[in-house]
């Protein structure tokens, strides 16, 4: 188990950008992949992001590549979500999740998630 906290939402203006944080708990945070999801009101959870826990796999959803960046720092038990050029399509709540063996990009593919943090993008 670990659990996730995420922080850094907000509103901002189309074009801004933001910079999104998924503390972890556990000195066991290495030995997962980490994910980020998004859920925009009346839609699905979507996949957005994951790295591998060694980071040295990463892979994106197609209409965030070039904007958003993922990484992690496992001395600080924390992932990241960099967000720039953002749209109002990409407006929704953003959760951070840990994998649960290895790596993909469905949310069966996860088991601890984080509580969700507000991203609102401003035509």
């Known amino acids: 188990q670990v659990q996730l906290v995420e922080s850094g939402g907000g509103l901002v203006q189309a074009g801004g950008s933001l910079r999104l944080s998924c503390a972890a708990s556990?000195?066991?945070?290495?030995?997962?992949?980490m994910g980020w999801f998004r859920q925009a009101p009346g839609k699905e959870r979507e996949f957005v992001a994951v790295i591998s826990w060694s980071g040295g796999g990463i892979y994106y959803i197609d209409s965030v590549k070039g904007r958003f960046t993922i990484s992690r720092d496992n001395a600080k038990n924390t992932v990241y979500l960099q967000m720039n050029s953002l749209k109002p399509e990409d407006t929704a709540v953003y959760y951070c999740a840990a994998g649960l063996g290895g790596w993909g990009t469905r949310a069966a593919d996860f088991g601890s998630w984080g509580q969700g943090t507000q991203v609102t993008v401003s035509s």
């Open positions: 556990g000195r066991t945070f290495s030995s997962y992949a």
